[in-house]
């Protein structure tokens, strides 16, 4: 693939043909200003060459992404944002992340790749969620976490590492 980089949104009506192979937008969405989408996941071999990353990104419907946002394609799945999310500006998702319905994500938050964020969960400000972490459904990571083990169903974690406070 002849690939230049990720796609900013700012004053298109439409996305471009060239990443239509790239990017499914749903009903509904919104992208403010300086949001780049589906550029390139930061994946190296151990001999420095870059990793190719040959799939996609997903916004399904009534998603809001706030300015200044990163969701970079995934390398081995498609990066997913679930319907009804609500991303707040400068936020990162990171190549083949999945990110359920109804989330809410704060202003600075760090998803790393291939993590996987259950249904009707908050992830509140300057946060950052380690690689290849499952936090489960109806969860909440608080502000100025790092969390770096998986979190079950229902459950409360923050701190610098996080560590479960309660459920919820």
Same mark, same amino acid.
């Given at each position: +693939? ?7 949104? /700012?004053? +298109? ?11 499914? +937008? ?13 550029? /390139? ?20 419907? =009534? ?7 990163? $969701? ?17 500006? +400068? ?27 259950? =249904? ?8 950052? $969620? ?6 489960? =459904? ?14 079950? /169903? ?15």
């Amino acid at each position: +693939m002849n690939y230049t980089g990720g796609l900013c949104l /700012d004053g +298109m009506d439409s996305i471009p043909q060239n990443y239509k192979d790239y990017i499914y +937008m749903g009903k509904n969405v919104i992208i403010k200003t300086g949001t780049i989408l589906a550029g /390139d996941g930061f994946g190296y071999n151990l001999d420095l060459s870059h990793k190719e990353h040959g799939h996609g990104i997903q916004i399904k419907d =009534n998603v809001h992404i706030g300015s200044l946002c990163t $969701i970079d394609r995934g390398r081995w799945r498609d990066t997913i944002i679930g319907e009804n999310t609500k991303i707040d500006n +400068m936020v990162h998702i990171a190549h083949n992340c999945i990110i359920g319905e109804n989330c809410i994500i704060g202003v600075g938050v760090k998803i790393l790749g291939s993590v996987e964020i259950g =249904n009707d969960t908050s992830i509140w400000a300057n946060t950052v $969620i380690h690689q290849g972490v499952k936090i489960g =459904n109806n969860c909440v990571i608080g502000a100025n976490s790092y969390l770096r083990k998986d979190v079950k /169903d229902g459950q409360m974690w923050y701190g610098v590492p996080a560590k479960k406070k309660r459920n919820k």
